[in-house]
């Protein structure tokens, strides 16, 4: 019953020490929960629920994760009151500046020594994504990136993948070796057979132009599935 009248309470009228804004300023954003860190974007609630207790029900919405979070459009927000366009491109202007946060952090590690490196590159591009799409990225004889390049887009079951744009890109860009990379919406990460056999055919096509598949992963939100770990590249 306590936590229900306080969910009905303006953020300003609690205590100092509870309210969102004030505990950042004394503790700093890490010690603050997600549902808080959300009820400073949100700002201010409505007369029968503070922002506190609206971004609870986000939350709860998607199961406490900030991944499904992120996935939100402005349509989904606004279904919950309190939430008009405004606080839902607020909302997703701060989880689309931490994906890139994430990018460029990525940048300053241009080599590529083993797959979580390569998850690295491709995470940005192909998580939270609800269509399957084909990714590559294109790396010198030092196993350093040349570029990393959208390849194809498909449905959420599958997505064609055309071998020739591949090698012409990798040739292009005078590339010695090629990571592949996609993505599989539902978030399982077990390679369809169509997955395997793709994998092989890129492999054995590569080597007649002096070129080295060295992995291949899918990614499923904040994991991934090596061929090459998994000794199947």
Do not use: C
């Not at 940048?107 to 994504?129: H, M, Q």
Request: net charge neutral.
């Amino acid at each position: 019953m306590e936590s229900e009248i306080k969910n009905s309470i303006p953020i300003k009228e609690w205590a100092e020490s509870d309210r969102p804004r004030e505990r950042l300023l004394l503790h700093g954003a890490k010690a603050l929960s997600d549902t808080e860190l959300i009820a400073i974007l949100i700002n201010t609630g409505t007369k029968e629920e503070s922002a506190v207790a609206i971004a609870k029900k986000i939350l709860a919405y998607t199961g406490n994760n900030l991944i499904e979070l992120s996935k939100l459009s402005i349509n989904d927000f606004s279904k919950f009151k309190g939430i008009g366009k405004k606080k839902a491109i607020t909302i997703i202007t701060a989880l689309e500046l931490g994906r890139r946060r994430r990018e460029a952090e990525v940048i300053e590690r241009k080599k590529i020594t083993s797959s979580n490196d390569a998850f690295e590159y491709f995470y940005t591009s192909l998580t939270d994504k609800k269509y399957e799409e084909f990714w590559i990225l294109l790396l010198d004889r030092s196993n350093k990136v040349i570029k990393k390049i959208a390849v194809s887009e498909g449905g959420i079951s599958g997505t064609v993948v055309d071998q020739k744009k591949i090698f012409k890109l990798a040739v292009d860009h005078q590339a010695s070796s090629v990571i592949l990379g996609h993505n599989h919406p539902s978030g399982n990460l077990t390679p369809s057979e169509a997955d395997k056999n793709l994998t092989q055919k890129l492999k054995q096509a590569a080597v007649l132009l002096d070129l080295s598949v060295l992995d291949h992963l899918i990614i499923g939100d904040e994991k991934y599935f090596s061929f090459a770990d998994e000794g199947l590249i």
